[in-house]
Nanobody
């Protein structure tokens, strides 16, 4: 059974930083493209927005235009984990952040290709 367990969310002031962690159980994370998506308040039930991802090989990383200069995705194969380092947080970054794993593609860019989701961790940025 595959489980993705996020941690590290919380309340932070605008301009602050947070680091989200995603521990992977039941799969060797280094064999898969992994990433982060988010769902803002009031958008429950709608498609989750792509935030950032790292390729299966680890050689490529992607980020949405809204976060690419502020967020960095990384992985630690020894710990079977993926991270999202977030700097210069803005109130519009407030959302539930989900860790995601794609079993079938070398890159992860779309929620429709995600095979496994974490339970989500809340990030709230106050102004």
């Amino acid at each position: 059974q595959v489980q993705l367990v996020e941690s590290g969310g919380g309340l932070v002031q605008a301009g602050g930083s947070l680091r989200l962690s995603c521990a992977v159980f039941g799969r060797t994370s280094s064999r898969y493209a992994m990433g982060w998506f988010r769902q803002a308040p009031g958008k429950a039930g709608k498609e989750r927005d792509f935030v950032a991802s790292i390729s299966r090989s680890g050689g490529a990383a992607y980020a949405s235009d809204s976060v690419k200069d502020r967020f960095t995705v990384s992985r630690d194969n020894a710990k079977n984990a993926v991270y999202l380092q977030m700097h210069s947080l803005k109130p519009e970054d407030t959302a539930v952040y989900y860790c995601a794993l794609d079993s079938n593609h070398s890159d992860l860019r779309f929620s429709s290709t995600v095979d496994y989701w974490g339970q989500g961790t809340q990030v709230t940025v106050s102004s």
